[in-house]
């Protein structure tokens, strides 16, 4: 796989137009001057976990007596519970925050922007081609590069979109995400079965 492909993939699995929605519902009880900072420090928190990852996943995972298979299905119920709070909104948005309340890392750094699915992804072109870091540090930059580039713009979208599109989009995305949340966990079930079974 060369760069160019590794980050058109990374930037698939981070789904930035995919995750506006959820980014709009979530920033949204952020006061409008904090909301561009707020953003900014996730997408930077995003990048350090993702090369954090890239180069010392699978040691911290063991050092953390954590197995790959725990990643995807912690990562799985968390956007499971944030979905069903998309569909049945609550005061506070999507965290259930206090108006003027900040998200901090949960849930936009993690798992929003580099979830589970990523970073098992980064993990795995570590372990394929060890020799090959500086190509995934670039393809990994590129990715965050534009998936952010789409977030800074989340503004655009809500006004072109107004107030009724955007909570159409929400509980849509809110199913879509609920989806993706059950094959997540699936995923890591069958993962752990199989590893299980091999042993």
């Known amino acids: 796989m060369d760069t160019l492909t590794a980050a058109i993939t990374l930037l698939l699995i981070m789904n ?7 980014f709009i519902s979530v920033l949204r009880h952020v006061d409008p001057k904090r909301r561009k900072k707020v953003l900014i420090r996730e997408l930077l928190f995003a990048l350090f976990f993702m090369l954090l990852f890239l180069y010392l996943g699978t040691s911290l995972l063991q050092w953390l007596g954590l197995r790959q298979e725990a990643v995807s ?4 119920i968390i956007l499971f519970i944030i979905a069903l709070r998309l569909i049945f909104p609550q005061p506070g948005g999507v965290l259930g925050l206090p108006a003027g309340d900040e998200p901090f890392i949960v849930p936009l ?3 929003l922007i580099s979830g589970p699915s990523l970073l098992a992804a980064l993990l795995l072109l570590a372990n394929n081609s060890p020799d090959r870091m500086f190509d995934w540090t670039l393809a990994s ?4 590069g534009i ?9 655009v979208f809500l006004r072109a979109l107004g107030q009724r599109g955007l909570n159409a989009i929400e509980r849509l995305m809110g199913m879509i995400l609920v989806m993706i949340a059950v094959q ?7 993962a752990y079965m199989e590893q299980a079974g091999g042993v």
């Open 16 to 22: 930035p137009l995919g995750n506006l929605p959820i």
């Open 73 to 76: 299905i912690a990562g799985g």
């Open 109 to 111: 750094a993690i798992p």
């Open 141 to 144: 930059i590129i990715a965050w």
């Open 147 to 155: 998936s952010a580039t789409i977030l800074m713009f989340s503004s």
């Open 184 to 190: 997540m966990f699936l995923d890591g079930i069958m």
